[in-house]
T-cell receptor, first 112, second 117 residues
């Protein structure tokens, strides 16, 4: 099957600090990007998305940055809370192929 | 609106058996995608359906198949189960309507946890 990597990196942050989760995507033709949060035993939950004609998009406590030059995506979480502890996935999509490719995922641990 | 629902939530099968998983998308969503999630391989794309047609397929053997009904509900089937098929199978739906249209947000269901013994 298709996948991006097998190692699940972990990011540990103190409660109240900002978190930055990074993702490198593979397809320069991808035109849509999504960040998902997955808690244990649950399906991925949509957090925020961005289209390729934008560089930045903000939501509630979250910001997504897109750098198409180096094919890099990041998710910034402000004032990280214990409830933010989860695995975060980036996904790249293309309207040409009707499918999404998911990154390996990053485990975020919030330390009290 | 109700979210994506998947049934059953948990399933235990033995090698060689076959299994059918069901997915009901969000009302109005016509695109349904299936993914396999394992600790070692992450989220892997299985296939995508729109208007009862499979538009794309991932790199899985022919034992994995799916279909979509006229009400957009979808099923996937795995025949001749192997131990390695043990995984969380996720279904996601999106509003994308037309070929060539902009991609749209996928919303996931809770998944079906399949264990093959």
């Amino acid at each position: 099957g298709e996948s991006v990597g097998r190692h699940l990196p972990t990011l540990s942050v103190q409660e109240g600090d900002n978190s930055i989760i990074n993702c490198a995507y593979s397809n320069s033709a991808s035109d849509y990007f999504i960040w998902y949060k997955q808690e244990s035993g649950k399906g991925p939950q949509f957090i925020i998305d961005i289209r390729s004609n934008m560089d930045k998009r903000q939501g509630q406590r979250v910001t997504v940055l897109l750098n198409k030059t180096v094919k890099h995506l990041s998710l910034q979480i402000a004032a990280t809370q214990p409830g933010d502890s989860a695995v975060y996935f980036c996904a790249e999509g293309s309207s040409r192929t009707y499918k999404y490719i998911f990154g390996t995922g990053t485990r975020l641990k919030v330390l009290a | 609106k109700a979210g994506v629902t998947q049934t059953p939530r948990y399933l235990i099968k033995t090698r060689g058996q076959q299994v059918t998983l069901s997915c009901s998308p969000i009302s109005g969503h016509r695109s349904v995608s299936w993914y396999q999630q394992t600790p070692g391989q992450g989220l892997q794309f299985l296939f995508e359906y729109f208007s009862e047609t499979q538009r794309n397929k991932g790199n899985f053997p022919g034992r994995f198949s799916g279909r979509q009904f006229s009400n957009s509900r979808s099923e996937m089937n795995v025949s001749t189960l192997e131990l390695g098929d043990s995984a969380l199978y996720l279904c996601a739906s999106s509003l994308i309507v037309l070929a060539g249209a902009k991609t749209d947000t996928q919303y996931f269901g809770p998944g079906t946890r399949l264990t093959v013994l």
